[in-house]
């Protein structure tokens, strides 16, 4: 009869203590080299600042191809600092390696100045002077226009308002039904009041958006990952690229307390983009009035914006020319691994292209 119930080799329990001491050893050496964490590889130049929003324009290394500029517009939550992680880890590296010109609305930090900024404010206000300011950079009527996540929703709303200044829309993880089953952020976002939650914070600080993304998965956002991170302690390069994304994660913007109120009551709460009842100001979102072209891709393992709630797209919009792209990955993936980086830039480029 074996007397060990838990049948563990104690020499073998040894190597494993004795190896993750090693580790541990090992990562206090790697910390001590590595330097300050950047985010943001490509070289850049600001072509347009208003309050605490800054557009960017970035630099490749040749001459663009593409004669209808992109501008890309990303979500208020978090930096947009995703797409330009690092340089192996870049969408917009990879992009203006296809001959794409590529334009990026950085909307800040808001503080408290800010707290009374509706959806108006940043899309009929300042998204529109980004796009001008594009389209007279160009000399163009109408740009491309990349739309990511929440920043997407913004894009929708923009070329449904503005169609004549949006020649191709991109709409990326970006949700439309947002009271589809799967979607667990919308299931608490519906049980929330939202007016007390806003009337009592103000602005809504980045630690609490944090806090809630992180416990959409608990395990794994909070406890897998750093458990993880012992194994690569000996190795600087994948420490400075673990140390990189917890920067990202953790380096937020505060979101503007009325906008906030408007996403999380009329799109989380009402689901009215799906309605056709969604207004920005006094006027009614209408995307049937989008009627140029329009590439929609969604990430398959998405657990923030399900398939099922950026697919319904195709069926809202006016556009005869809908493409739809399904990428292998997650709401991050999509723009941080290695498929994502020989797969969705030259996709964007080539369906760009043919239009």
């Given at each position: 009869?074996?007397?060990?119930?838990?049948?563990?080799?104690?020499?073998?329990?040894?190597?494993?203590?004795?190896?993750?001491?090693?580790?541990?050893?090992?990562?206090?050496?790697?910390?001590?080299?590595?330097?300050?964490?950047?985010?943001?590889?490509?070289?850049?130049?600001?072509?347009?600042?208003?309050?605490?929003?800054?557009?960017?324009?970035?630099?490749?290394?040749?001459?663009?191809?593409?004669?209808?500029?992109?501008?890309?517009?990303?979500?208020?939550?978090?930096?947009?600092?995703?797409i330009d992680l690092q340089e192996d880890r870049s969408m917009v590296r990879n992009l203006?390696?296809?001959?794409?010109?590529?334009?990026?609305?950085?909307?800040?930090?808001?503080?408290?100045?800010?707290?009374?900024?509706?959806?108006?404010?940043?899309?009929?206000?300042?998204?529109?002077?980004?796009?001008?300011?594009?389209?007279?950079?160009?000399?163009?009527?109408?740009?491309?226009?990349?739309?990511?996540?929440?920043?997407?929703?913004?894009?929708?709303?923009?070329?449904?308002?503005?169609?004549?200044?949006?020649?191709?829309?991109?709409?990326?993880?970006?949700?439309?039904?947002?009271?589809?089953?799967?979607?667990?952020?919308?299931?608490?976002?519906?049980?929330?009041?939202?007016?007390?939650?806003?009337?009592?914070?103000?602005?809504?600080?980045?630690?609490?958006?944090?806090?809630?993304?992180?416990?959409?998965?608990?395990?794994?956002?909070?406890?897998?990952?750093?458990?993880?991170?012992?194994?690569?302690?000996?190795?600087?390069?994948?420490?400075?690229?673990?140390?990189?994304?917890?920067?990202?994660?953790?380096?937020?913007?505060?979101?503007?307390?009325?906008?906030?109120?408007?996403?999380?009551?009329?799109?989380?709460?009402?689901?009215?983009?799906?309605?056709?009842?969604?207004?920005?100001?006094?006027?009614?979102?209408?995307?049937?009035?989008?009627?140029?072209?329009?590439?929609?891709?969604?990430?398959?393992?998405?657990?923030?914006?399900?398939?099922?709630?950026?697919?319904?797209?195709?069926?809202?919009?006016?556009?005869?020319?809908?493409?739809?792209?399904?990428?292998?990955?997650?709401?991050i993936g999509i723009y941080v691994s290695g498929r994502a980086q020989k797969q969705v830039?030259?996709?964007?480029?080539?369906?760009?292209?043919?239009?």
């Amino acid at each position: 009869m074996n007397e060990n119930p838990f049948l563990i080799d104690p020499e073998r329990a040894r190597a494993e203590v004795e190896a993750f001491r090693r580790k541990l050893e090992a990562g206090l050496e790697t910390l001590k080299k590595v330097g300050p964490i950047e985010l943001g590889a490509t070289p850049r130049e600001a072509v347009y600042t208003e309050d605490k929003l800054t557009l960017w324009h970035f630099k490749g290394g040749k001459k663009p191809a593409s004669k209808t500029p992109l501008l890309i517009c990303y979500a208020l939550v978090n930096t947009p600092w995703m797409i330009d992680l690092q340089e192996d880890r870049s969408m917009v590296r990879n992009l203006l390696a296809q001959g794409e010109d590529v334009y990026l609305v950085d909307w800040g930090y808001p503080d408290g100045a800010d707290r009374w900024l509706t959806l108006e404010d940043y899309i009929d206000g300042y998204l529109d002077r980004c796009v001008d300011v594009v389209r007279e950079r160009h000399g163009i009527e109408s740009l491309n226009l990349l739309g990511i996540c929440q920043g997407g929703v913004f894009s929708l709303c923009y070329a449904a308002l503005h169609p004549e200044k949006v020649r191709n829309l991109v709409t990326m993880v970006t949700p439309v039904d947002f009271h589809t089953p799967d979607n667990m952020l919308s299931h608490w976002a519906r049980n929330v009041d939202i007016d007390l939650f806003v009337d009592t914070m103000g602005n809504v600080p980045a630690d609490v958006m944090n806090f809630a993304y992180l416990t959409l998965k608990p395990l794994r956002l909070n406890q897998q990952k750093y458990i993880g991170l012992v194994d690569i302690l000996d190795n600087p390069k994948e420490v400075e690229n673990f140390l990189r994304m917890e920067k990202w994660i953790f380096d937020s913007p505060d979101q503007a307390g009325e906008a906030f109120r408007e996403f999380a009551r009329d799109f989380f709460q009402k689901n009215l983009l799906m309605k056709g009842e969604a207004r920005i100001g006094n006027r009614v979102v209408d995307l049937r009035k989008i009627t140029q072209p329009v590439l929609n891709i969604y990430a398959e393992q998405d657990h923030l914006v399900p398939p099922a709630a950026s697919a319904p797209l195709g069926g809202l919009v006016g556009s005869k020319d809908y493409t739809a792209l399904a990428f292998k990955g997650g709401h991050i993936g999509i723009y941080v691994s290695g498929r994502a980086q020989k797969q969705v830039p030259p996709a964007i480029h080539a369906w760009l292209a043919d239009r």
